[in-house]
């Protein structure tokens, strides 16, 4: 992947493909952060939880706002890696009877969110050192 990065960065430009990144950045985690507000929501209608597991979920993501705000490589990678259990909650989520399309969706959209803030991180460095 890392050589990938490199080609991609060295055809286009850095500052190109960094805006990209934080595009990606900024498209996975909205779709993210709808699709978990809403299949709270869903959960929530049907009397199964309350408002709490809504916010629980939502809080992660809420957290690195400060960091992509400020363009932060360091947050950039940490909310990578943070993504990475959403995209297993989204797994876990696609194996139940009747959630496969709303686990595929959170699945996709983690992975989104996983390449974009660690190829942003990535290149923004390059961007600081270089």
Known sequence: MRQQLD????RHGLAHVTTQARRGVWSGLAALAILQLLGG?????????????????????VLFLPPIITRRPRGHVMLAFVS??????????????????WG???????????????????????????
């Open 104 to 130: 595929t969706l959170e699945t996709l959209a983690a992975l989104i969110l996983f390449v974009s803030a660690a190829a942003y991180a990535r290149w923004r460095r390059q961007q600081l050192t270089g």
């Open 84 to 101: 990475l259990l959403y995209i297993v909650q989204g797994l876990m989520i696609a194996q139940l009877p009747g959630r496969l399309a």
């Open 41 to 61: 929501w869903q959960l929530h209608a049907s009397g199964q939880i309350g408002l709490m597991p809504i916010a629980v979920r939502l809080l992660p993501l």
């Open 7 to 10: 080609q991609l960065a060295s």
